[in-house]
Every structure is written in C-alpha cells, then in structure tokens.
T-cell receptor, first 112, second 112 residues
Framework: GENVEQHPSTLSVQEGDSAVIKCTYS??????FPWYKQELGKRPQLIIDIRSNVGEKKDQRIAVTLNKTAKHFSLHITETQPEDSAVYFC???????????FGIGTKLQVIP | EPEVTQTPSHQVTQMGQEVILRCVPISNHLYFYWYRQILGQKVEFLVS????????KSEIFDDQFSVERPDGSNFTLKIRSTKLEDSAMYFC??????????FGSGTRLTVV
C-alpha cells in the first residue's frame, strides 16, 4: 500500500520567513496530493491540493510543488504569520473512492 | 458551506463496552470514511464505504469494528468491546465523485 513520509516533524520560523515541508510517497499510482492544516483539537482542513498532471500550484501565500518522477511533493508557505501555527499533514490518494494516506505531520510554529 | 456532522463530540466509555459513533455526511456525497487519530499522532485510515458496502479497510479495522448506513443519511462506526488503545479522535469524512474530502469535527473517544 501507499506510504507517505513527511519531514520535518517540527519546524520553527520567525514571522515573515518562509516555511517548507517535504513529503515523499511510494505508490506511483497516486495522483492526488492534498495538504491539510490541523489546529489543536480541530478537524483537518484542506488548504491546497495538487493533481499529478500539474507540477506547481499557488494560492496566495501557499504553494505546492510535485515531482512525479522523484515521487516527492512540497508545501511552501511564504510571509508566515502567527496564525499559520498548526500541524500540517501531507497526503496521497488515487482518484475515485480510494483512501487518503497521511504523512506523520509537521508541527509549524511561527514566532512573532 | 456543507458540513459533515459528527455526534457526540466526546464520549467516555468503560473498557469492554460498546460504542456507536455517528456521522451525517454531506447529502450528495457518495463515498464515506472513518479515520482515527491517536493524540499527537497522524491520521490513520480505518474504513471506506461506498454503495452500501465496505470498499476497503485497514488492519486496524478488525472484527471489533463495524460500519453501517442505516437510513440513507447517517453513517455509523460501532466498536463492540472497547479497549484502552481505542482511545482516539475519530473523524468521519465524505467525498463526491471528485477528489476533495470533507472531514467532520470528530468524536473524542476516551476508554477508561
């Protein structure tokens, strides 16, 4: 089955700096890669996703890149703000009804 | 925005007791899932459900677990004889024919 590796497990950045979280996946059939933000005690919320026919996607301060050959994808957050502090999960899935496999999560702390 | 609703938000139960966690998925979604998250760990897949039957289950989803969609709207997860290690946050999720998941707000299960 699919295995998603994520690093780092914790990340501290100064407010205004950029944060990068990296993930790798094992199943070459995976073609959908969502990123979730989870605040303490709350549900995972989708913040951005990318499909395998796209190499990069941007939404304001958040961008994701995908390298299908190398089977890795990354989340980039620019101009970080304290409210970006949360746990971020990468995930991989195939289309249809297949499950989403999550990475271990990255606890991001943005220091004011 | 449509939501996935879960009840109860918190359930405390004694070891060996049966619990039923309830979910109301988004009305036009076709695929339903249960995930769990042990405190501080990653989100783990339990089971997927489509067309009134289980489409995939993980090794976690053993004979103690069952799912049902009894009335066309509710989607339930039953744990027959709870163990201490079943203590976790349980998330229900649903999706339509596209890719995006919507997670419910979760049920925190505490087994004592």
């Amino acid at each position: 089955g699919e295995n998603v590796e994520q690093h780092p497990s914790t990340l501290s950045v100064q407010e205004g700096d950029s944060a990068v979280i990296k993930c790798t996946y094992s199943d070459s059939a995976s073609n959908y890669f969502p990123w979730y933000k989870q605040e303490l005690g709350k549900r995972p919320q989708l913040i951005i996703d990318i499909r395998s026919n796209v190499g990069e996607k941007k939404d304001q301060r958040i961008a994701v890149t995908l390298n299908k050959t190398a089977k890795h994808f990354s989340l980039h957050i620019t101009e970080t703000q304290p409210e970006d502090s949360a746990v971020y999960f990468c995930a991989a899935s195939t289309r249809g009804y297949q499950k989403v496999t999550f990475g271990i999560g990255t606890k991001l702390q943005v220091i004011p | 925005e449509p939501e996935v609703t879960q009840t109860p938000s918190h359930q405390v139960t004694q070891m060996g007791q049966e619990v039923i966690l309830r979910c109301v998925p988004i009305s036009n979604h076709l695929y339903f899932y249960w995930y769990r998250q042990i405190l501080g760990q990653k989100v783990e897949f339990l089971v997927s459900f489509y067309n009134n039957e289980i489409s995939e289950k993980s090794e976690i989803f053993d004979d103690q677990f069952s799912v049902e969609r009894p009335d066309g709207s509710n989607f339930t997860l039953k744990i027959r004889s709870t163990k201490l290690e079943d203590s976790a946050m349980y998330f229900c999720a649903s999706r339509s024919l596209g890719y995006g998941y919507t997670f419910g707000s979760g049920t925190r299960l505490t087994v004592v």
